[in-house]
Nanobody, 123 residues
Framework: EVQLVESGGGLVQSGGSLRLSCATS????????MYWVRQPPGKGVEWVSG????????SYRDSVKGRFTASRDNAKNTAYLHMNSLKPEDTAVYYC????????????????WGQGTQVTVSS
């Protein structure tokens, strides 16, 4: 069974930092792209970042570029999202998402999601 468990969310002041973790099990972690997706209050889901299987290639939505960094530790089957210079507009539930198929840069709107972790940034 595929499991993804996020942690590390919380309440932080504007300008602060958090590191989200996504612990995984039930699949060969190193074979899959991983993504972070968020849902701000009252809004739709937003893709935040993606990271390749070897961690070499990362991508980000424009609003977080230069502030967020995705990484992964394939030995620990864990993905991370380092978030710096947080802004109130970063407030959202953050989800870790696994790629749909091995070695493929594609994620699904409903499959292979964690339960989410709340990030709240106060002004």
């Amino acid at each position: 069974e595929v499991q993804l468990v996020e942690s590390g969310g919380g309440l932080v002041q504007s300008g602060g930092s958090l590191r989200l973790s996504c612990a995984t099990s039930g699949f060969t972690f190193s074979n899959y792209y991983m993504y972070w997706v968020r849902q701000p209050p009252g809004k739709g889901v937003e893709w935040v970042s993606g990271i390749s299987t070897d961690g070499v290639t990362t991508s980000y939505r424009d609003s977080v570029k230069g502030r967020f960094t995705a990484s992964r530790d394939n030995a620990k089957n864990t993905a991370y999202l380092h978030m710096n210079s947080l802004k109130p507009e970063d407030t959202a539930v953050y989800y870790c998402v696994r790629g749909v198929r091995p070695w493929t840069d594609t994620w699904d709107a409903v499959k292979y999601w964690g339960q989410g972790t709340q990030v709240t940034v106060s002004s």
